[in-house]
């Protein structure tokens, strides 16, 4: 939208000024010179166009080299919101959503590798132009690698923190780095940069050397930029940095540096991740022995999160649905909540299952990773780039977890039958063909909070009403009666290991052959407690319903999050209960006093007919 107006406002300035000078002409030329100034006007407009189009495009351009990657850009500038994009990525008939990208990336990157190692003159590996002479896949010859700068010693190797690519253009910053083992052989580099045109950077790999592995080797690769798809049009997006390690001979590395010239000194080491000697994956990349556990990743608290009880109900709530760890990245923590969460990293959650089959009681675990991405949200990168964060967790709980729910606070998936999400799952693959299910997408309902409260948190023949009444999924039942259809606002539960690229509604990109089951609504929901998404109270106007699923979890939950409430009340300074409700609140009256009263009592639910009670004994 934005370059065609562009385009448009140049082309009629230009047009103006040989406008003006016409009206000098002679009269006689003025027919056929006007004709001619219409096709100069052409012209010139043309070539306006082209220029653009040059400029969008030109640096993302493949090179001659081959390393295309214009397409993924282009995607995302057409498509600011991704809400209206799924037709590409679905067929509303079939259930599995295929997508054989990541095949094409690895078949691409293994012609290149026939072209290996091309003797380059060292002095022109950095200019733009004999750039392409290295190619994809190709390591730099070893009379050059030992001419390059050596490990940097005095970098801390890292891994999941923000870390400058030292003598780029434009911001560009790297994260964590995964080995990723499917297909051809990668390192997968999370990182963020900009978004079109993303500048050329390079792949150090250190291999420890010595007799103590006090020193490192290097052999260099150079990478290609795969900018994530869903970045809303912004100058800057989350970004993946692939290093081919497909070089005949060329080893897993213990470190990977990202440089933007070749002979710049490294100023990042980031430790590689999902290797066979990581210790947290136990050898376990036959996804036969990955645990059946369930990890849930959040997007990166921000504007100071600070609500404290909303993230106890958060964390005991997934519990209770068989969570076992939560994945938190850290923007900006207000105090309380920073303090509940660093008792729970410290102490664990009791796990629903607590004792497994072998005895031992489980605790859910929390890890929380510092987020300190240097660019302006919503301004220069989409909500603190958690699109980083999103991919980041993915890949962090590959072979760790078999499944993991991409979701923010303000959401539960809520089985409707079942107790937990395990056996949910457990069912779904046993009524479906599992084999292809790379995830389990599930249909979003707004429970908006201006809808009125559950008339049962009135009662206070309970054995804390105070508290059960400020939890938010025991309080919020009555929910939009209209699901949102999949991949609009649906949130989904995958397994990290045939995802490619995450996103927030749906995945992007499967590895080959696995694809995405929609679960029927009755079978669970996402329950989505917010306010009106466009401002206002009108949402709750729309046809609604009570749903009172989250209620088969009242009694446990309230216990828990009492138990965890009282502990931390003092020493997180938490902020005293809100009083329980005891009449209802100014909205209710208007949406449903009225109306329901007209209508016969047997046809309502005792919600309502409670609502009425409260309304009238006031
Ligand atoms: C290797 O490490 C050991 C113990 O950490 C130390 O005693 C030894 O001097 C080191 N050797 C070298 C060559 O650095
Ligand atoms: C050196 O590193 C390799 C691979 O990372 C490891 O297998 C080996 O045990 C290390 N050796 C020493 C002496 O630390
Ligand atoms: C490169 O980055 C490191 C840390 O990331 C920084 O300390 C150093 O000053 C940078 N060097 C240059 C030349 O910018
Ligand atoms: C890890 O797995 C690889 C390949 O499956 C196997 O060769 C290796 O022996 C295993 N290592 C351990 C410690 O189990
Ligand atoms: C979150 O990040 C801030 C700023 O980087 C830091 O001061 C704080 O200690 C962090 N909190 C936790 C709980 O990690
Ligand atoms: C779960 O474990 C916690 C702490 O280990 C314990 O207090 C609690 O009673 C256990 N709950 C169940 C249901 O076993
Ligand atoms: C899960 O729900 C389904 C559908 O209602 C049911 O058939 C199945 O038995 C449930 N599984 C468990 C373990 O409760
Ligand atoms: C609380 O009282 C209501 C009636 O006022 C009753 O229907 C409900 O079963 C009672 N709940 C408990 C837990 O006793």
């Known amino acids: 939208m934005e370059y065609p107006n562009k385009i448009l406002m140049t082309g009629s300035s230009t047009g103006r000024t040989k406008r003006g000078k016409r009206s000098t002409w002679n009269e006689k030329k003025r027919a056929g010179m006007s004709f001619v100034i219409v096709i100069a006007f052409f012209a010139v407009f043309g070539l306006i166009i082209l220029t653009e189009i040059f400029m969008i495009d030109g640096k993302g351009r493949p090179s001659s080299n081959g390393m295309h990657h214009g397409g993924y850009n282009r995607l995302g500038e057409s498509a600011p919101d991704y809400e209206d994009v799924k037709e590409e990525y679905s067929i509303e008939e079939a259930i599995f959503l295929k997508n054989n990208r990541f095949i094409k990336d690895i078949k691409q990157s293994k012609n290149m590798q026939i072209s290996l190692a091309i003797p380059v003159a060292p002095e022109s590996l950095d200019s733009r132009n004999s750039i392409g002479a290295i190619p994809w896949g190709a390591l730099m010859p070893p009379s050059i690698e ?190 309380r909540a920073a303090c509940v969460l660093k008792h729970y990293m410290e102490e664990g959650l009791a796990s629903a299952n607590n004792a497994t089959q072998d005895g031992t009681v489980q605790h859910a675990t929390i890890s929380m990773l510092p987020w300190d991405l240097r660019m302006r949200s919503q301004k220069e990168i989409r909500t603190e780039g958690l699109f980083a964060a999103l991919n980041d967790c993915l890949y962090r709980s590959m072979y760790r977890f078999q499944y993991v729910a991409l979701i923010d606070l303000d959401e539960f998936i809520v089985p409707r039958h079942n107790d937990t999400l395990k056996d949910l799952l457990r069912w779904l693959s046993l009524k479906v063909n599992n084999r292809n299910t790379g995830a389990y997408s599930f249909q979003n309902a707004f429970f908006y909070l201006q809808f009125a409260d559950d008339s049962l948190m009135y009662e206070r023949n309970v054995s804390n009403p105070a508290l059960r009444s400020a939890l938010i999924t025991q309080r919020k039942t009555r929910r939009r009666l209209k699901l949102h259809p999949q991949k609009q606002r649906s949130k989904y539960i995958c397994k990290p290991e045939a995802v490619v690229e995450a996103g927030n509604h749906f995945v992007w990109e499967f590895i080959p052959g696995k694809g995405s089951l929609n679960v029927p609504a009755d079978a669970a929901i996402l329950h989505h407690y917010r306010v009106c998404e466009f401002g206002g109270d009108d949402c709750i106007k729309t046809p609604s319903t009570v749903d009172r699923t989250a209620h088969k979890y009242s009694r446990r939950l309230t216990d828990r999050v009492e138990l965890m409430y009282n502990k931390l009340k003092t020493p997180c300074n938490l902020l005293n209960l809100p009083p329980v409700p005891t009449k209802a609140p100014a909205t209710r009256k208007k949406v449903f006093k009225v109306k329901d009263l007209q209508k016969p009592m047997k046809t309502k639910n005792s919600e309502t007919i409670d609502d009425i009670k409260a309304t009238k004994s006031k």
């Open 146 to 335: 030992r001419t390059l700068p050596p490990y940097p010693t005095d970098v801390t190797p890292s891994d999941g923190s923000w870390k400058i690519v030292n003598g780029t253009r434009f911001k560009f910053f790297v994260f964590s780095a995964f080995y990723d083992r499917r297909g051809g052989k990668l390192i997968r580099v999370i990182g963020a940069t900009k978004t079109r045109g993303p500048e050329k950077v390079w792949c150090r790999l250190w291999y420890p050397v010595g007799p103590n592995n006090s020193t490192y080797r290097s052999s260099s690769v150079m990478a290609r930029v795969k900018i994530i798809r869903e970045n809303w049009n912004l100058k800057y997006s989350a970004c993946f940095v692939l290093c081919p390690i497909q070089a005949p001979g060329l080893e897993i590395p213990h470190s990977v540096s990202i440089v933007s010239k070749i002979r710049s000194p490294p100023g990042n080491v980031l430790l590689l991740r999902n290797t066979d000697q990581d210790s947290g994956l136990q050898n376990r990349t036959n996804i036969n022995q990955i645990p059946e556990k369930i990890g849930v990743c959040v997007k990166p608290f921000h504007f100071n999160y600070d609500s404290a009880l909303y993230l106890l109900e958060f964390l005991e709530m997934n519990s209770l649905l068989g969570v076992s760890h939560f994945t938190f990245y850290n923007h900006t923590l207000g105090p």
